[in-house]
């Protein structure tokens, strides 16, 4: 069928169409870099890594009204082989239908075969998107890479594992960051090109936002984790662990109960609907460990739980557990530190 | 724009406390004789239509609840209509096509009873907490062209039709505001479900329920996606206890050295 159509057309336009075919054959991965005060964010820099594992040139897309110190860092990245640039006011914030038209854009000039972003709120609230109008199934939340079209990802809130294997033309996937390390800054610098211009819709403004200022590391990406429940009682009590976290170089974080009844806000919440974290060392205080809590921690490596209920279920997947009144033990275990 | 519509999706599920199990031939988890109920986040989302009704009065004109799914799935929307939702759409799904029913299907078909309901707000759960997948509110909005404010957690609709809604995002929250029409998809602090009331379950047996099939609505199903194997996550061995400060600390640092 190809040879009889190569057939037909002329000896000149032979060389084009062969070089058409190829082009087209020619795979490679876009990966959405989301950023926020000039730096990569931590769910991107995994997602590079899995993207790496596909096994084609990974490009970077790079959009933000003067993203220049973010280009530098990302063309720096090891495993990056090209950064597309979008320069626009449009895209200092992320309205998901302005950056779905940037990455149809995009992608229409490109034909990736793989288009990734992290599983952050900015890739969950895009990606679906772009994928629909490619009509194609996005894969979301990967925690492993088997081949090109074959992903594994958690369902029912971690309790099962699913291997999903994807018959679209254009996989769409978002990561789970803590499923992959972050992909090295090396001493490569990667080509820049300009992103096609694309319309922008002026169907949604963004209007304002409310970050939660914190000194601590990063919930998502920090080594150690302290996490508060029910168990602290109020708000006032999570100063217990912030004088633990702070002493140790932890992130806190809480379950939603704690969260629910507002003691912390709900930026800290870790779980099936909040934050998943698996860091060296993650510690539960005053948390039952109901199975929304557990999808979004028990991958850490080390589990501690300090609770007064010996019976609590957080006890079954903690590597130490202490049954102990925590307003004498949290105390006393920052002290001897 | 004064008066609108307002469609809700409910998924059912199985119940968040069930403890699930994977079948012997690893390809699903087990669904047969296990609890169901309305996903979590669609409760929320009856809930937040039913509030603007209650608080825009006139204003909403319809609450219509949808869902696609099979026979049983209609227990779901006889719950949204005992909530309050006014009357309720089934696309109906066959058992063995449902096992396989994927978030782009839903959203088309989705798109396509929100265009012949006239719906002007379409308001999902952000997740179902089986497939975990959060992506069919967002392909909905893209399908239809219209905005998409997502992870709310709290919304206010003005006279004119301008959205404003509170999202949770990481590190955060952050405001957007846009016009109807709009796909909304419902964080948990977006509010409180209420339970329904006997009485209103006795009402809800005698709303109107109608049924439509992907085939009414000219939307192809068919699977994208095939689940190669569905097995049980890594056992954890955890469960040591140890008794003192003390001890826990000469663990972390001599045994687990993570400290």
Known sequence: MLLKNISKVGANNLKAFQYRAISSRFNSTLVLIEHKDNVVSGSTLSAITAATKLGNPVVGLVAGENPSQVIDQVSKIEGISKVIVAKDAAYEKPVAEIYTSLLLGVQKENNFTHLVSGHSAFGKNILPRVAALLDVAPISDITDVESADTFVRPIYAGNAIAKVKSSDSVKVITVRGTAFAAAPQGSNQAEQTNAPAAEIPTLTKWVSEEIVKSDRPELSTASKVISGGRGLKNGDNFKLLYDLADKIGAGVGASRAAVDAGFVDNSLQVGQTGKIVAPELYVAVGISGAIQHLAGMKDSKVIVAINKDPEAPIFQVADYGLVADLFKAVPELTEKI | ?259
């Open chain 2, 1 to 259: 724009m004064s008066k609108f519509r307002i469609l809700v999706g409910c998924k059912r599920v199985i119940d968040y406390a069930v403890k699930i199990r994977v079948n012997s031939g690893k390809t699903a988890v087990e669904t047969a004789g296990v609890k169901h109920s309305m996903n979590p986040f669609d409760e929320i989302a009856v809930e937040e239509a039913v509030r603007l009704r209650e608080k825009l009065k006139d204003r909403v004109s319809e609450i219509v609840a949808v869902t696609c799914g099979p026979t049983k799935a209609q227990e779901t929307l006889r719950t949204a209509l005992a909530m309050g939702a006014d009357r309720a759409i089934h696309v109906e799904i066959g058992e063995k096509e449902y096992a396989d029913l994927q978030p782009l299907a839903v959203s088309k078909l989705l798109k396509a009873v929100s265009e012949k309901e006239k719906a002007d707000l379409v308001i999902l759960g952000k997740q179902a907490i089986d497939d975990d997948a959060g992506q069919t509110g967002q392909m909905l909005a893209g399908l239809l062209n219209w905005p998409q404010a997502t992870f709310a957690s709290e919304l206010q609709i003005a006279e004119d039709g301008t959205v404003t809604v509170k999202r949770e995002v990481d590190g955060g929250l952050d405001v957007i505001s846009t016009k109807l029409p709009t796909v909304l998809t419902t964080d948990l602090r977006l509010n409180e479900p209420r339970y329904a009331s006997l009485p209103n379950i006795m009402k809800a047996k005698k709303k109107p329920l109608a049924k439509v099939t992907p085939k009414d609505l000219g939307v192809d199903i068919s699977p994208r996606l095939t689940t190669l194997e569905v097995k049980e996550p890594p056992k954890r061995e955890g469960g040591r206890k140890v008794e003192s400060v003390d001890e826990l600390l000469d663990k972390l640092k001599n045994e687990a050295k993570v400290l």
